[in-house]
């Protein structure tokens, strides 16, 4: 019967076959092969479709194909001659959304098809560390696939010969005897060595990807547990020693990185530890807690993030949660803020820990001699009282809050206002003699 040909894509139409061999190589990426063999059919490209599907091995009920081996050596003949078309040199599109020739997506294809990453890693098409990972991979899996059909049918062949029969399907026993120099050689399952092959790659954007430390982790997953370990514990040590805050965003990656695997491997995470050379301050605790101080010590100094300290604590063992919190919570000044951060240590602490937290704050606010500094949201100190002076006032209003906080509250005004009786004033002025700082705080300073 006519068919309309209106509605096919034209032979001679260059574009609109390069758009439909650029959505038919994603599609192939995304290992959706028959939606991909459906859209050439679809576009009349019937014939491009059935030169797709040589790769089925022959099963049992006679589908497949009985040349398979064959098949592929092909494909690899007609995408090497067709990588010499589309050189990357002789490509000058940059961006990944530009569109190549029609010829460069099909070569594309033929080498994913065959497990060829040689020409593949040459392809302009593949423009991403990504793409090129896709290839490597799939040529991987695609090698093994083949060994293991090989000796598959070696024996089948083998068992035909002993019985003095024929192989089921007459013509494909010569696969046994394929020497074919030319079908490419595999890692061996040794996927840090096949992704090495990224690394001699003329595209720049797959062999600089290699260099990337976010993609250096992805590799590491991929090729096993020893190349994870060195990668984090690598990623560890430089963060940890680092004291440029510009490293911060390398810092939460590395940390959240660790944070997950101490989740669902915690028997992988104990292993993980600083390299020798990386002083640790003699402390025993595990790498993720050493993370963890280090990235807390970074949200401490940003403001902003305060709301997010009490969280990260709550990761920490319970005696690094005290130091570590308490230590922050010297540094909050203001009345909301004081709320704020309270309210989060009841909220994700172990019961009963944040009165010790704030013990340790109002007894080392108080008896230490803390240089003072003015400090956002910090209120201004009373006429005639020093600033030191007034934020040791203000330390009490941390154990004002909740009721069970009351009587340590009244332990620690006794305790300053000894203080204050008992030391001389800094000043020469009466006005700056610590017994109006006794007055002040004894009259105006303390809740009722």
């Not at 076959?17 to 290992?31: E, H, T, Y």
């Not at 700082?437 to 009722?448: E, S, T, V």
Request: hydrophobic share 40%.
């Amino acid at each position: 019967s006519p068919v309309n040909v209106s509605s096919f894509l034209e032979s001679e139409d260059e574009v609109n076959d390069a758009r439909l061999l650029r959505a038919c190589f994603m599609l192939f990426q995304a290992g959706r092969i028959d939606e991909a063999l459906k859209l050439v059919s679809d576009c009349g490209q019937a014939w491009r479709a059935a030169s797709w599907i040589g790769g089925e091995p022959l099963s049992s009920d006679g589908s497949g194909n009985p040349t398979r081996s064959l098949w592929k050596k092909q494909c690899r003949e007609i995408s090497k001659q067709m990588s010499r078309v589309t050189q990357v040199g002789n490509s000058p599109q940059t961006n990944t959304r530009s569109l190549h020739s029609s010829i460069a997506y099909e070569a594309a294809i033929l080498c994913l098809l065959s497990d060829d990453v040689h020409n593949a890693l040459n392809n302009p098409v593949l423009q991403t560390w990504e793409s090129g990972v896709h290839a490597v991979l799939h040529a991987e899996r695609g090698i093994i696939v083949d060994e293991v059909l090989k000796a598959h049918n070696n024996t089948r062949i083998e068992a035909a010969e002993e019985s003095q029969t024929h192989f089921p399907y007459v013509g494909t026993e010569f696969d046994a005897f394929d020497n074919n120099e030319s079908a490419p050689e595999g890692c061996d399952g040794d996927l840090g060595a096949a992704l090495e092959q990224l690394d001699s790659s003329p595209l720049d954007e797959i062999r600089e990807g290699s260099g990337d430390p976010f993609r250096n982790g992805m590799s590491s997953f991929l090729v096993g547990q020893n190349a994870v370990k060195e990668y984090i514990e690598e990623c560890a040590a430089l963060s940890i020693s680092a004291q440029n805050e510009d490293e911060a965003c390398f810092l939460r990656y590395i940390a959240h990185l660790v944070i997950y695997i101490d989740s669902v491997l915690p028997d992988f995470s104990s292993q993980l530890s600083l390299p020798q050379d990386v002083g640790s301050d003699g402390n025993d605790d595990s790498l993720c807690e050493l993370l963890l101080l280090k990235y807390i010590s970074y949200l401490s100094t940003r403001r902003d993030l305060w709301s997010h300290v009490a969280l990260y604590c709550s990761l920490l063992s319970v005696d690094n949660i005290l130091e570590t919190y308490s230590s922050f919570l010297i540094n909050v000044h203001s009345d909301q803020e004081r709320k704020m951060t309270l309210q989060q240590a009841r909220d994700f602490f172990p019961e009963g820990l944040d009165c010790c937290i704030l013990r340790n704050v109002v007894r080392e606010m108080i008896i230490s001699d803390i240089p003072w500094q003015h400090a956002p949201g910090e209120e201004r100190a009373p006429a005639g009282v020093n600033s030191a002076d007034a934020r040791k006032m203000r330390s009490i209003h941390w154990l004002c809050y909740y009721p069970e906080h009351w009587p340590d509250a009244l332990v620690c005004s006794n305790l300053l206002l000894r203080i204050f009786l008992l030391t001389e004033g800094v000043g020469t002025e009466p006005s700056d003699s610590n017994l109006l700082a006794f007055k002040i705080l004894f009259d105006k300073m303390l809740p009722d």
